[in-house]
């Protein structure tokens, strides 16, 4: 099978085997079998943060499908993280095989807020924490408690708690190299009385609900509003919008330094983005000879501007090339129509080296490149 057939961007080479074991027992089993034969293994959920290359694929592509969604007894934990009421919480156990956007359809429908922001985003429930999804002032972290994880090392199911994660912008520690299958995801969401939502982080979207920011908006409207702003840009799948033939996003916003934010255009936009700044331990006397990399990040600069201010506008493409800037979004890159993974990385890299020699900011690309790099 080819596996563009299985991803949103619609590129990918021949897979020698597919499967997809229905339940989670199946999946258990069969990743375990694989594992143990040697074989090279591929999970895939919605195919939609992938960039598979053109090669065929010689191994094992798991496809994960298994589903179900069950209520657990809320309990202290989801109260003390989240200062309310544990009876004002619900606690969801999600296979990784659900659809995220029924899932968030599911929870809006039952009144309960805490994703409704991240309604529209393609894929599983099992690929969401990989990179710590989020959308318009929401991230999966702020609502999740942790993960049934089948760890490739031990071999064993493990609870993995979401701060074991090591969530960040569009990463976890899953994505940095932890090998294993996330089986279940668990949730809490608070049940909302007045059926109002978690308030509006997103000047976007505060403007689109005609809100000020930090409103509560009936979790309905946030939902229909987010979805309407994703349909604008491309940004949720539809067969009739050539534009959503993408991995979404293809750059992540890059974080940076106050000093070097300050070397940036007046116009250019940046976020304040503090993490805690991280102390660097040395062994006394030890004087490195190279600085290491800053960690204390401050500033997150919109990647969309900096292409577009780079020179590279809306519907971009190379000549001759069937990858293209996606018409609506800048920070989408768009298979046309036959386009190879090939040319989709020669655009990228385009974009990357572009925006380089205009601004001295490397943009690093959010999706998972498998069996080639950029
Ligand atoms: C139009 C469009 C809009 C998008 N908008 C957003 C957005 O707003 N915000 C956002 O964060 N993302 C966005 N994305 C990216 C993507 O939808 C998310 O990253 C999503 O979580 C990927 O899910 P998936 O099931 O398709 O993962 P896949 O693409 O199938 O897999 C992604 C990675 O996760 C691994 N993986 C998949 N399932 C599992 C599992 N069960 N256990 C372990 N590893 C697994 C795969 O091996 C791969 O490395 C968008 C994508 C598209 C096409």
């Known amino acids: 099978m080819r596996l563009a057939e299985l991803t949103t961007l619609r590129v990918g080479g021949e897979a020698e085997s597919v499967i997809a074991p229905a339940s989670r027992d199946e999946l258990v089993a069969a990743v375990l079998e694989l594992w143990a034969s040697g074989d090279e293994v591929l999970l895939l959920g919605g195919g939609s943060n992938v960039v598979i290359g053109d090669d065929d694929f010689d191994g094992t592509v798991v496809r994960v499908v298994t589903r179900g969604v069950e209520r657990l007894a809320a309990d202290d934990s989801d109260a003390a993280d989240n200062s309310t009421a544990a009876a004002d919480r619900v606690r969801l156990r999600v296979q990784a095989g659900e659809n995220w956007d029924a899932l ?127 349909a604008s840009k491309g940004m949720v799948l539809d067969a009739s919008d050539p534009d959503s033939v993408s991995a979404g996003s293809f750059f992540t916003n890059p974080l940076v330094g106050e000093n070097f934010a300050r070397t940036l255009p007046a116009d250019a936009p940046r976020w304040a983005n503090a993490p805690e700044p991280r102390e660097l331990v040395v062994p006394l006397g030890y004087e490195p000879a190279v600085q290491p990399e800053r960690t204390d990040f401050r500033f997150k600069l919109s990647a969309a501007w900096l292409i577009e201010h780079a020179g590279i506008g809306r519907g971009f493409s190379l000549p001759g090339s069937k990858a293209a800037i996606s018409s609506k979004h800048t920070l989408a890159i768009t298979n046309t129509g036959g386009a190879t993974a090939a040319e989709i990385s020669e655009l990228a890299r385009f974009v990357q080296t572009r925006v380089f020699s205009e601004f001295g900011v490397r943009l690093h690309p959010e999706p998972v490149f498998v069996g080639h790099s950029i």
């Open 104 to 230: 968030v359809a599911l929870t809006v429908d039952n009144g309960w807020a805490g994703i409704e922001a991240l309604s529209g985003i393609p894929g599983s429930c099992g690929a969401a924490p990989i990179q710590n999804i989020g959308a318009y002032g929401q991230e999966l972290e702020s609502s999740l408690v942790g993960i049934e994880f089948l760890d490739y090392l031990s071999g064993e199911l493990v609870s993995l708690s979401a701060a074991e994660l090591e969530l960040g912008y569009r990463t976890s520690a899953l994505k940095q190299g932890r090998e294993g299958v996330v089986i279940s995801i668990d949730l809490s969401l608070a049940v909302s009385a007045d059926g109002l939502s978690e308030p509006i982080a997103y000047d976007q979207l505060a403007s689109a609900l005609k809100v000020p920011l930090g409103s509560r908006v009936p979790l309905a409207e946030v939902r229909a509003g987010v979805l309407a702003l994703r």
